[in-house]
């Protein structure tokens, strides 16, 4: 039996057949094999042969080795990057009602401390002319899903996660439709931390960032296993036959899911990361679920923050799942009005071209929040995990007005960002900071939600003989030091989980 794999967010089912229903009459998710990677991405790929970059130069690798504090300077509400006016979803509500106010939100940013996000998905473009990267790593055990022709390895770049026809009959790709790359992890990091006011391309939603890159899925998504040792990695803490990471996240964004509730090794691994001083922020999936009804993983988790999905228009995202477990709603979009992130041009292998098209999905929702995570740390690192959410929660809006939302089923609201950042600096979380939560980390209340990525049907097994993961240290950070324990490991259960609903791409 091959180990349990989870998926990145597939497309909303929804959005594909254009669609328009409520959730009275959620869309049933197509189930998954078992026998295939189960961890699934949260954001679909729009075709955008018209946003493409034209540049056909080799980009020089953009990682960076060193987190020296950030120079002090003084941002417009809006940056210099040409394709600004096309990110409706960092405006504010009053141009779009779906919009998460992130460009407001940089204008009150006066921080000059790094924020590292570690985005554990698919892997990045190393070269990409709009990103910033730290040293990274690739989870990814299985050859066959990690399609670069070895196992793990420091090299965290994406090969692309394309399956052909003929593939599809063959493991542990069987049962997985057809699908062109998604590059679904190079998206994820541009709409966190896209280069501000560097004339190219977008911005992304945090000024402060270092973008730690953690590949955990390949074809067809990934497995259980690989996605735990990335969150431990991801936060500094050891994994057997992983070099140590230098620079643990402060922020871990997961968009990915699958069905099911979460094992006891993910959930380890998070209480780790969460006890090692990390945010978990993870994506509600495009199952549309009610995830108090239909659990999804890492959502049906404690100790995350979860995340659903708003169109433009500021109604509830047809494919979003909902639940009594979500924090937040955050800008997703549609088929029709996508995110524009980064992204590479290629369907299938990358090529050396930077480019940028439109993805929409509860993983851009996620990303949306860590962005806002990372802002509100670049101007006080201090912030404990339950300051950060209540920041996010208590400056969210309409939490009762939400175009297709039950009631108590879609957390706190809209996101605000420069909301929160308001809040923060009229010294809104000061009380939060007198009475920390007994294990300073997040806790999610009945009115918050969870919103993972797409699901896919996983099984549970020991780990493989080459575990990667991190080790723990400590690491000085604009002259703030602050020590990464060692997270609780726990032992692995052989689990099948019951095919998870999912959208396909």
């Known amino acids: 039996m091959l180990p349990a794999i989870f998926a990145l967010t597939p497309q909303p089912k929804a959005e594909l057949a254009g669609e328009k229903p409520d959730h009275n009459n959620r869309y049933q998710a197509n189930t998954v094999s078992t026998r295939q990677p189960v961890v699934k991405s949260m954001a679909l790929k729009i075709e955008l042969p018209g946003h493409r970059s034209n540049s056909s130069k080799t ?9 020296a504090p950030l120079q002090n300077d003084t941002r417009s509400d809006m940056p ?18 779906g919009a998460s106010a992130l460009f407001a939100a940089r204008a009150h940013n006066s921080g000059n401390f790094p924020v590292v996000v570690g985005v554990v998905d698919s892997g990045v473009m190393l070269g990409h002319e709009d990103l910033e990267l730290l040293p990274g790593y690739d989870f990814v055990s299985d ?21 052909t026809a003929e593939e599809i009959a063959v493991d542990p790709v069987a049962g997985c439709t057809a699908t062109r790359s998604k590059w679904h992890g190079t998206a994820v990091s541009g709409t966190i931390g896209a280069i501000s006011d560097n004339q190219r391309g977008i911005t992304g939603g945090a000024p402060s960032v270092l973008l ?51 094992p006891a090794s993910l959930q380890n691994a998070i209480d780790g990361a969460v006890a090692s001083g990390a945010a978990v922020v993870v994506a509600a999936t495009n199952s549309a679920a009610t995830l108090d009804n239909e659990p999804q993983s890492p959502a049906s988790c404690t100790n995350v923050t979860t995340v659903g999905a708003l169109l433009r228009n500021g109604s509830l995202a047809p494919y979003s799942a909902i639940g009594s477990a979500l924090a937040v709603l955050a800008a997703g979009g549609s088929a029709n009005d996508g995110i524009i992130t980064t992204q590479n041009a290629s369907d299938s292998a990358p090529d050396d071209k930077s480019s940028y098209g439109y993805h929409f999905g509860t993983s851009m929702a996620a990303a949306h929040v860590s962005a806002t995570f990372a802002t509100l740390l670049s101007i006080d690192p201090s912030l404990t995990n339950q300051s950060l959410q209540q920041l996010v929660r208590q400056s969210a809006t309409d939490a009762d007005n939400i175009n297709g939302c039950p ?14 950042v308001d809040l923060l600096i009229s010294g809104g979380a000061d009380q939060l900071q007198n009475d920390p939560p007994a294990n300073d980390s ?10 993972p990525p ?24 604009a002259g703030i030091a602050w020590l990464l324990c060692l997270a ?12 998870s609903s999912t959208a396909s791409h």
């Not at 108590?408 to 420069?418: E, Q, S, W």
């Not at 997040?442 to 919103?451: G, K, M, N, P, Q």
């Open 442 to 451: 997040l806790t999610v209340s009945t009115e918050s939600s969870a919103i």
């Open 80 to 97: 210099s990057d040409p394709r600004r006016d096309q990110q409706w979803s960092f405006f504010e509500t009053r141009h779009y009602k």
């Open 212 to 262: 730690l890159p953690v590949r955990v899925t390949g074809k067809c998504g990934g497995y259980i296993k690989d996605l735990v040792d990335g969150v431990r990695w991801a936060a500094g803490l050891p994994v057997d036959g992983a070099p140590a990471n230098d620079y643990p996240a402060r922020i871990i964004n997961l968009s990915v899911g699958f069905s099911g509730s979460c």
């Open 407 to 420: 009631h108590n089923m879609c957390g706190a609201g809209r996101l605000n960002a420069k909301g929160a």
């Open 488 to 499: 609780v490991i726990g032992r692995w259960r052989k689990r099948l989980f019951q095919p």
């Open 454 to 477: 797409s699901t896919a049907a996983a099984n549970e097994e020991s780990p493989a003989a080459r575990p990667a993961t991190g080790g723990a240290g400590q690491t000085d950070r």
């Open 143 to 163: 050859n066959r899903v990690a399609n670069d022709g070895d196992g793990r390895d420091a090299d965290p770049s994406d090969p692309g996660d394309w399956v």
């Open 59 to 67: 980009l020089p690798d953009r990682t960076v080795a060193t987190l």
